[in-house]
């Protein structure tokens, strides 16, 4: 089974700060796909990257795929009370199966 | 579109009872997928089905069986339950080999066993 990281588990910060949650592999994958999950619903995916080195942004959120394709970092800008939620990585070695991490809880304080 | 769905939303069973979770998907999507999520544990696949006829174990399978239906549908089903199956329980579906395998989630069934 391929595992995938995710570091720090919890995190809580203020308003306007900003931070990087991380997902590490000893595996290569064909793409990696960021979800955020809300209390009480299912996961919503965020964006894929598969290529080594690739950089995604979707507005104050900026994604990136290690050059290796092991291990990718999300990076959240001027953090608002609406970006709480817990953030799962999830790794496709092929075109089936995902592999889930173990998810970042961000908590941001108002 | 209603994406998918899945019923009951919440489901509390006595050990050794049955139940049956329902996940329904119209996006004419190929695959489907059912999942659990415990804390600390992320998402952890059951059972998949990579097109309609098909099934295969996840990493997870033990105390589970399914059935697709058809393409639409994908049932999960607790034989007799135990404290151990107490979860969340998502389905998902992918068009598989399409746009790298993106999931679409439903709202889960939170599934308490005594």
């Known amino acids: 089974t391929q595992l995938l990281e995710q570091s720090p588990q919890f995190l809580s910060i203020q308003e306007g700060e900003n931070l990087t949650v991380y997902c590490n592999s000893s595996?290569?994958?064909?793409?990696l796909q960021w979800y955020r999950q809300e209390p009480g619903e299912g996961p919503v995916l965020l964006v894929t990257?598969?290529?080594?080195?690739e950089v995604k942004k979707l507005k104050r959120l900026t994604f990136q795929f290690g050059d290796a394709r092991k291990d990718s970092s999300l990076h959240i800008t001027a953090a608002q009370p609406g970006d709480t939620g817990l953030y799962l990585c999830?790794?496709?070695?092929?075109?089936?199966?995902?592999?889930f991490g173990t998810g970042t809880r961000l908590t941001i304080i108002p | 579109n209603a994406g998918v769905t899945q019923t009951p939303k919440f489901q509390v069973l006595k050990t050794g009872q049955s139940m049956t979770l329902q996940c329904a998907q119209d996006?004419?999507?190929?695959?489907m997928y059912w999942y659990r999520q415990d804390p600390g544990m992320g998402l952890r696949l059951i059972y998949y089905?990579?097109?309609?006829?098909?099934?295969d174990k996840g990493e997870v399978p033990n105390g589970y069986n399914v059935s697709r239906l058809n393409k639409r549908e994908f049932s999960l089903r607790l034989e007799s339950a135990a404290p151990s199956q107490t979860s969340v329980y998502f389905c998902?579906?992918?068009?598989?080999?399409?746009?790298?395998?993106?999931?679409?989630f439903g709202p889960g069934t939170r599934l308490t066993v005594l």
């Open positions: 998902a579906s992918s068009r598989a080999g399409v746009s790298y395998n993106e999931q679409f």
């Open positions: 595996s290569v994958f064909s793409s």
């Open positions: 990257v598969v290529t080594g080195g």
């Open positions: 999830a790794g496709a070695p092929g075109n089936e199966k995902l592999t």
């Open positions: 996006m004419n999507h190929n695959s």
């Open positions: 089905s990579a097109s309609e006829g098909t099934t």
